[in-house]
C-alpha cells in the first residue's frame, strides 16, 4: 500500500511539473493490465483526476518500448474535434522502485479481448473497416530512414532483415532443426531481400492483436494503442504481422472476424506465401512467434509452427 502511495504521489508531481494538472488536483491511481516483468507481476494503471475528471495511462516501459520513437509522428494524427487518435507521451520514462514508467493519454473506450465475445456481426464488420482505415492512416506517416529499436540506422532494409534473420537463428529453439537446412534458407532469404523493392520508410505498428485494438461503442472509435514494437520500414513487412495475427494465439472471433474482413480484396496470407519477398517476411516472423512462445514456456500455436516448417523445407531446396 505504501509503494502504491508513493508512485501516486510521484504520478501526482510529475504531471504538476508538466503542467498537465494543477496543483490543487488530486489523483488516484486504478491498476489496469497486470504484466510480467523479469519474473514479477506489475500493473499499469488509469491515473484518475478526481476534480477535473481527466484520465492519464501510467504505462510501464518493459525495456525495449519504442513508443517514444513514433510519438511526434502520431502528433499529426487527430480527429475532427482535435482528439488524438492515439495515445501519447506526456510525461517521459521516469523511475521507481527499480522500475520504469511513462504517462501518456488516455484512450476511452474497452480493449477487444475484453469484449469480443459480446460483439455483434454488424459491429466486427465496422470494428475491422476502421481498424483497416487506422493502418493505412500509419502507413503515410513517412520518415528518411528505416527504424530499430528507437533508433534510424540505414535507407538499405534488405540490411536490416538480413541481420535480423542471422541474430534470430543464433537462439538456443533452433538448435532442434537442421543447421544444414537454416543455412540454406538464410541464403536464399538474403538473395530474395537483395532483388526485393521495398516502400518509403512507413510507420508499422506490428503489435496489432485484440488487447491493442480499442473500441468505444458509445463514440465509434476504432484505435490502435501499445507502440512497444512500432518501428520505420516496409509496408508490407507490418502486413506481414497482420496475416500471421490470424493463426497467432488470439480469440476465435477476432480471427474469423476481423482478419478475413481486413484481407478481402488485399493480400491474403495465401497469396503472400507465394511471393518470395512475403515468404522471407512469415518465414522470418513465424521464427520470432516461434522465439516468443519458447521463451515464455508456452505452447507455439501449430499452425504457426507448420508454417515455419514448411517455408524452412521450401527455401532451404531453392
Same mark, same amino acid.
Given at each position: 500500500?505504501?509503494?502504491?502511495?508513493?508512485?501516486?504521489?510521484?504520478?501526482?508531481?510529475?504531471?504538476?511539473?508538466?503542467?498537465?494538472?494543477?496543483?490543487?488536483?488530486?489523483?488516484?491511481?486504478?491498476?489496469?493490465?497486470?504484466?510480467?516483468?523479469?519474473?514479477?507481476?506489475?500493473?499499469?494503471?488509469?491515473?484518475?483526476?478526481?476534480?477535473?475528471?481527466?484520465?492519464?495511462?501510467?504505462?510501464?516501459?518493459?525495456?525495449?518500448?519504442?513508443?517514444?520513437?513514433?510519438?511526434?509522428?502520431?502528433?499529426?494524427?487527430?480527429?475532427?474535434?482535435?482528439?488524438?487518435?492515439?495515445?501519447?507521451?506526456?510525461?517521459?520514462?521516469?523511475?521507481?522502485?527499480?522500475?520504469?514508467?511513462?504517462?501518456?493519454?488516455?484512450?476511452?473506450?474497452?480493449?477487444?479481448?475484453?469484449?469480443?465475445?459480446?460483439?455483434?456481426?454488424?459491429?466486427?464488420?465496422?470494428?475491422?473497416?476502421?481498424?483497416?482505415?487506422?493502418?493505412?492512416?500509419?502507413?503515410?506517416?513517412?520518415?528518411?530512414?528505416?527504424?530499430?529499436?528507437?533508433?534510424?540506422?540505414?535507407?538499405?532494409?534488405?540490411?536490416?532483415?538480413?541481420?535480423?534473420?542471422?541474430?534470430?537463428?543464433?537462439?538456443?529453439?533452433?538448435? @532442434?532443426?537442421?543447421? %544444414? #537446412?537454416?543455412?540454406?534458407?538464410? +541464403?536464399?532469404? =538474403?538473395? *530474395?531481400?537483395?532483388?526485393?523493392?521495398?516502400?518509403?520508410?512507413?510507420?508499422?505498428?506490428?503489435?496489432?492483436?485484440?488487447?491493442?485494438?480499442?473500441?468505444?461503442?458509445?463514440?465509434?472509435?476504432?484505435?490502435?494503442?501499445?507502440?512497444?514494437?512500432?518501428?520505420?520500414?516496409?509496408?508490407?513487412?507490418?502486413?506481414?504481422?497482420?496475416?500471421?495475427?490470424?493463426?497467432?494465439?488470439?480469440?476465435?472471433?477476432?480471427?474469423?472476424?476481423?482478419?478475413?474482413?481486413?484481407?478481402?480484396? @488485399?493480400?491474403?496470407? %495465401? #497469396?503472400?506465401?507465394?511471393?518470395? +519477398?512475403?515468404? =522471407?517476411? *512469415?518465414?522470418?516472423?513465424?521464427?520470432?512467434?516461434?522465439?516468443?512462445?519458447?521463451?515464455?514456456?508456452?505452447?507455439?500455436?501449430?499452425?504457426?509452427?507448420?508454417?515455419?516448417?514448411?517455408?524452412?523445407?521450401?527455401?532451404?531446396?531453392?
Amino acid at each position: 500500500m505504501k509503494a502504491c502511495n508513493d508512485l501516486c504521489s510521484l504520478v501526482y508531481q510529475k504531471l504538476v511539473e508538466q503542467n498537465i494538472i494543477s496543483v490543487q488536483e488530486k489523483i488516484l491511481l486504478n491498476p489496469y493490465h497486470i504484466i510480467n516483468l523479469h519474473g514479477k507481476w506489475y500493473s499499469h494503471y488509469i491515473i484518475n483526476c478526481l476534480y477535473s475528471d481527466k484520465k492519464f495511462f501510467l504505462k510501464i516501459s518493459k525495456g525495449n518500448d519504442t513508443s517514444s520513437h513514433c510519438n511526434n509522428y502520431l502528433r499529426i494524427l487527430s480527429n475532427e474535434i482535435g482528439e488524438y487518435l492515439y495515445p501519447l507521451i506526456l510525461v517521459p520514462e521516469f523511475g521507481f522502485c527499480g522500475i520504469n514508467y511513462f504517462i501518456t493519454t488516455f484512450i476511452e473506450g474497452t480493449s477487444l479481448d475484453n469484449i469480443s465475445e459480446s460483439l455483434t456481426i454488424d459491429e466486427w464488420e465496422i470494428i475491422s473497416h476502421k481498424l483497416l482505415i487506422r493502418l493505412d492512416e500509419l502507413s503515410t506517416i513517412h520518415a528518411p530512414l528505416y527504424s530499430e529499436h528507437n533508433k534510424f540506422i540505414t535507407d538499405d532494409c534488405s540490411a536490416i532483415l538480413k541481420a535480423k534473420f542471422s541474430k534470430r537463428f543464433k537462439h538456443p529453439l533452433f538448435n @532442434r532443426y537442421s543447421h %544444414k #537446412e537454416l543455412d540454406k534458407a538464410f +541464403k536464399r532469404c =538474403c538473395q *530474395i531481400l537483395d532483388n526485393s523493392h521495398f516502400t518509403r520508410p512507413s510507420l508499422l505498428h506490428m503489435d496489432v492483436k485484440p488487447a491493442n485494438i480499442i473500441y468505444n461503442s458509445k463514440t465509434g472509435l476504432v484505435t490502435l494503442i501499445d507502440f512497444e514494437f512500432a518501428r520505420f520500414g516496409d509496408a508490407d513487412y507490418g502486413w506481414t504481422q497482420v496475416l500471421l495475427s490470424g493463426i497467432n494465439a488470439f480469440s476465435e472471433e477476432y480471427k474469423k472476424q476481423v482478419v478475413p474482413c481486413m484481407t478481402k480484396g @488485399r493480400l491474403t496470407l %495465401k #497469396e503472400a506465401l507465394a511471393i518470395p +519477398k512475403y515468404q =522471407c517476411y *512469415i518465414f522470418y516472423q513465424t521464427a520470432c512467434n516461434l522465439i516468443y512462445y519458447y521463451d515464455r514456456n508456452m505452447d507455439c500455436p501449430e499452425d504457426m509452427k507448420r508454417l515455419f516448417e514448411e517455408l524452412l523445407n521450401k527455401l532451404s531446396q531453392e
